[in-house]
Protein backbone atom coordinates (compact mmCIF):
# COMPACT_ATOMS: atom_id res chain seq x y z
CA UNK A 1 0.00 0.00 0.00
CA UNK A 2 1.53 3.47 -0.75
CA UNK A 3 0.23 6.88 0.35
CA UNK A 4 0.32 9.36 -2.32
CA UNK A 5 -1.41 13.09 -2.34
CA UNK A 6 -2.97 13.57 -6.00
CA UNK A 7 -3.09 11.65 -8.89
CA UNK A 8 -2.40 7.52 -7.96
CA UNK A 9 -2.05 6.79 -11.22
CA UNK A 10 1.45 9.20 -11.71
CA UNK A 11 3.03 7.21 -8.50
CA UNK A 12 2.90 4.19 -10.24
CA UNK A 13 5.91 3.63 -12.24
CA UNK A 14 7.94 5.12 -9.03
CA UNK A 15 6.34 2.25 -6.86
CA UNK A 16 7.03 -0.56 -9.55
CA UNK A 17 10.32 0.17 -9.79
CA UNK A 18 10.71 0.25 -6.19
CA UNK A 19 9.14 -2.60 -5.41
CA UNK A 20 11.57 -4.44 -8.34
CA UNK A 21 14.44 -3.25 -6.79
CA UNK A 22 13.49 -4.53 -3.17
CA UNK A 23 12.98 -7.78 -4.53
CA UNK A 24 13.14 -8.58 -8.45
CA UNK A 25 10.88 -11.72 -8.05
CA UNK A 26 7.82 -9.94 -6.78
CA UNK A 27 5.30 -7.98 -9.21
CA UNK A 28 2.86 -5.52 -9.17
CA UNK A 29 -0.41 -7.61 -9.84
CA UNK A 30 -3.45 -5.09 -10.64
CA UNK A 31 -2.82 -2.38 -8.75
CA UNK A 32 -6.01 0.44 -7.78
CA UNK A 33 -6.81 3.24 -5.50
CA UNK A 34 -8.27 2.98 -2.44
CA UNK A 35 -11.46 4.70 -3.38
CA UNK A 36 -11.84 2.01 -6.45
CA UNK A 37 -11.55 -0.68 -3.70
CA UNK A 38 -14.08 0.51 -1.66
CA UNK A 39 -16.41 1.76 -4.37
CA UNK A 40 -16.15 -2.47 -5.47
CA UNK A 41 -17.38 -3.33 -1.85
CA UNK A 42 -19.99 -0.85 -1.89
CA UNK A 43 -21.47 -1.78 -5.49
CA UNK A 44 -23.32 -4.76 -3.93
CA UNK A 45 -25.28 -2.45 -1.90
CA UNK A 46 -25.56 0.66 -4.00
CA UNK A 47 -27.04 -2.11 -6.72
CA UNK A 48 -29.47 -3.17 -4.58
CA UNK A 49 -30.62 0.39 -2.89
CA UNK A 50 -31.37 1.66 -6.50
CA UNK A 51 -33.13 -2.02 -7.45
CA UNK A 52 -35.37 -1.70 -4.36
CA UNK A 53 -36.06 1.96 -4.82
CA UNK A 54 -37.08 0.84 -8.41
CA UNK A 55 -39.24 -1.58 -6.97
CA UNK A 56 -40.92 1.17 -4.63
CA UNK A 57 -40.87 3.47 -7.50
CA UNK A 58 -43.19 0.84 -9.77
CA UNK A 59 -45.40 -0.29 -6.46
CA UNK A 60 -45.82 3.73 -6.02
CA UNK A 61 -46.92 3.87 -9.85
CA UNK A 62 -49.30 0.65 -10.04
CA UNK A 63 -50.95 1.28 -6.33
CA UNK A 64 -51.67 4.98 -8.00
CA UNK A 65 -53.39 3.49 -11.17
CA UNK A 66 -55.23 0.89 -8.74
CA UNK A 67 -56.61 4.09 -6.17
CA UNK A 68 -57.20 6.03 -9.98
CA UNK A 69 -58.95 2.48 -11.04
CA UNK A 70 -61.17 1.63 -7.97
CA UNK A 71 -62.27 5.51 -7.44
CA UNK A 72 -63.06 5.89 -11.12
CA UNK A 73 -65.09 2.46 -11.11
CA UNK A 74 -67.00 3.64 -7.78
CA UNK A 75 -67.50 7.22 -9.40
CA UNK A 76 -69.47 5.30 -12.04
CA UNK A 77 -71.48 2.62 -9.77
CA UNK A 78 -72.09 5.95 -7.44
CA UNK A 79 -73.33 7.99 -10.41
CA UNK A 80 -77.41 7.73 -9.64
CA UNK A 81 -76.23 8.67 -6.26
CA UNK A 82 -73.96 11.44 -7.12
CA UNK A 83 -76.76 12.80 -9.76
CA UNK A 84 -78.93 13.11 -6.78
CA UNK A 85 -77.27 14.97 -4.57
CA UNK A 86 -76.79 17.29 -7.29
CA UNK A 87 -80.03 17.61 -7.66
CA UNK A 88 -80.77 18.72 -4.20
CA UNK A 89 -78.42 21.19 -3.95
CA UNK A 90 -74.72 19.29 -4.10
CA UNK A 91 -72.17 21.98 -5.28
CA UNK A 92 -69.80 20.35 -7.23
CA UNK A 93 -66.95 21.48 -5.18
CA UNK A 94 -68.85 19.39 -1.91
CA UNK A 95 -69.21 16.38 -4.73
CA UNK A 96 -65.24 16.76 -5.67
CA UNK A 97 -64.19 16.70 -1.68
CA UNK A 98 -66.48 13.94 -0.87
CA UNK A 99 -64.84 11.57 -3.34
CA UNK A 100 -61.33 12.78 -3.05
CA UNK A 101 -61.95 12.14 0.83
CA UNK A 102 -63.18 8.87 0.14
CA UNK A 103 -59.66 8.11 -1.81
CA UNK A 104 -57.56 9.64 1.22
CA UNK A 105 -59.84 7.61 3.34
CA UNK A 106 -58.60 4.73 1.04
CA UNK A 107 -55.23 5.52 1.19
CA UNK A 108 -55.31 5.88 5.43
CA UNK A 109 -55.77 2.42 5.86
CA UNK A 110 -53.18 1.30 3.11
CA UNK A 111 -50.73 3.80 5.25
CA UNK A 112 -51.51 2.51 8.41
CA UNK A 113 -50.66 -1.17 7.03
CA UNK A 114 -47.33 -0.10 5.54
CA UNK A 115 -46.63 1.40 8.99
CA UNK A 116 -47.08 -1.43 10.69
CA UNK A 117 -45.49 -3.91 8.21
CA UNK A 118 -42.52 -1.32 8.38
CA UNK A 119 -43.08 -2.10 12.68
CA UNK A 120 -42.72 -5.71 11.92
CA UNK A 121 -40.51 -5.90 9.26
CA UNK A 122 -38.33 -3.00 9.81
CA UNK A 123 -35.51 -5.69 11.43
CA UNK A 124 -34.86 -7.30 8.49
CA UNK A 125 -34.54 -3.96 6.19
CA UNK A 126 -32.21 -2.30 8.52
CA UNK A 127 -28.83 -4.31 6.72
CA UNK A 128 -30.10 -1.99 3.65
CA UNK A 129 -30.91 1.50 5.66
CA UNK A 130 -28.13 4.14 5.70
CA UNK A 131 -27.97 5.91 8.93
CA UNK A 132 -31.88 5.47 9.03
CA UNK A 133 -33.40 4.00 11.31
CA UNK A 134 -36.32 1.39 10.63
CA UNK A 135 -39.03 3.32 12.61
CA UNK A 136 -37.32 6.58 11.88
CA UNK A 137 -40.40 9.20 12.03
CA UNK A 138 -39.24 11.32 9.77
CA UNK A 139 -39.17 8.97 6.94
CA UNK A 140 -42.47 7.22 8.02
CA UNK A 141 -44.27 10.87 7.81
CA UNK A 142 -42.70 11.66 4.53
CA UNK A 143 -43.53 8.40 3.19
CA UNK A 144 -47.86 9.03 4.26
CA UNK A 145 -47.36 12.49 3.00
CA UNK A 146 -45.96 11.65 -0.50
CA UNK A 147 -48.21 8.87 -0.44
CA UNK A 148 -51.29 11.03 0.36
CA UNK A 149 -50.47 13.17 -2.14
CA UNK A 150 -50.60 10.89 -4.61
CA UNK A 151 -53.54 9.61 -3.43
CA UNK A 152 -55.00 13.07 -4.43
CA UNK A 153 -53.28 13.19 -7.72
CA UNK A 154 -55.08 10.02 -8.31
CA UNK A 155 -58.77 10.96 -7.05
CA UNK A 156 -58.64 14.10 -8.71
CA UNK A 157 -60.04 13.01 -12.70
CA UNK A 158 -62.51 11.07 -11.07
CA UNK A 159 -63.43 13.74 -8.48
CA UNK A 160 -63.84 16.02 -11.11
CA UNK A 161 -65.96 13.40 -13.65
CA UNK A 162 -68.32 13.24 -10.39
CA UNK A 163 -68.49 16.83 -9.81
CA UNK A 164 -69.47 17.39 -13.67
CA UNK A 165 -72.46 14.83 -13.28
CA UNK A 166 -75.57 16.58 -15.05
CA UNK A 167 -78.79 15.46 -12.45
CA UNK A 168 -81.11 15.34 -15.55
CA UNK A 169 -78.64 13.16 -17.52
CA UNK A 170 -78.80 11.28 -14.54
CA UNK A 171 -82.08 11.05 -13.38
CA UNK A 172 -83.86 10.42 -16.73
CA UNK A 173 -81.62 7.50 -17.68
CA UNK A 174 -84.08 5.47 -14.96
Not at 82 to 103: H, N, V
Not at 133 to 162: C, F, K, N, S
Request: net charge positive.
Amino acid sequence: MVRTEGDPSAVLPVAAAKLNTMDPQLVLHRPMALSDVLGRGLAQRRFTVWLMTGYAALALVLASLGLFGVITYVVRQRRREIGIRSALGARPAQIRSMILAQGVRVTAFGIAGGMFGAAVLGRVLETLLFETRPADPLVLLGTAVVRTTIALAAAWLPAGEASSIDPGTVLQEE
